[in-house]
């Protein structure tokens, strides 16, 4: 394994460049966007121990934060879901150590304002994988609540029976596979790309899995 003193210039290149412009970005989104480049931050800090680079990760969460909005899609790719879980993936890893139900309540809703019986789309990026992926890491966060669970009952047999109509088995939909798939996206990005950087880190196995 690499030692984390050896951390390649590529990273430091590329956390230069989104220091620089990441802040400006009007794109909020886990896999394009401010989420997405919070992830990059936070992982790099503990693979460099650099704690500034956690520091800007709390910056760009807080902006994300600051502008969640009913416009913005409920995808996971490019909305609601894919920012949501992108929270909780933080608090799993150690980065965020409250409660993630207050700051997430207005997603959940949003969430469970469309009808997952009439959608058609069963991937990850854009229909119900996403969707269950997002629910599935907000029914297993800790929250001080124990017995709290921000979507019904009725809502959760929904979301099966949908992606079981569109699939023959409900996916595995917990934290790390759902990462797992993200880094996969990741890896076709080149450049100096924040993607790229995560892609970086987790092929070296700098972060303890």
């Given amino acids: 394994m690499i030692q984390r003193d050896s ?20 794109n909020y989104s886990l896999m394009n966007g401010q989420m997405g480049v919070a992830i990059f931050f936070a992982l790099l800090s503990k693979v460099s121990e650099n704690h500034w680079y956690e520091e800007f990760a709390d910056e760009l969460l807080e902006n994300v934060c600051n502008n969640l909005s009913s416009q913005l ?7 609601l879901c894919g920012i949501g879980w992108g929270i909780e993936f933080l608090k799993y890893r150690g980065f965020i150590k409250d409660d ?3 700051i997430l309540s207005e997603i959940d809703a949003a969430v469970m304002e469309r009808d997952v019986r009439r959608i058609n789309d069963a991937s990850l990026e854009t229909g119900l994988l996403g ?8 029914v297993n966060t800790t929250r001080v609540d124990s017995d709290f669970n921000p979507f019904d009952s009725r809502y959760i047999s929904e979301l099966n029976e949908a992606i079981a109509r569109l699939s023959s088995s409900i996916p595995v939909s917990d934290i790390n596979s759902v990462w ?20 970086i880190i987790q092929q070296l196995q700098y972060y303890e899995q």
């Fill in 7 to 26: 951390i390649p210039p590529i990273l430091r290149d590329i956390a230069d460049k989104e220091i620089l412009t990441s802040l400006f970005m009007d």
């Fill in 131 to 138: 969707i269950h992926a997002y629910v599935t890491s907000r």
């Fill in 100 to 102: 993630t139900d207050e």
């Fill in 73 to 79: 899609p409920i995808d996971f790719a490019h909305g």
């Fill in 180 to 199: 797992h798939s993200c880094v996969d996206s990741f890896d076709t990005k080149g450049g100096l790309s924040w993607q790229r950087g995560i892609s």
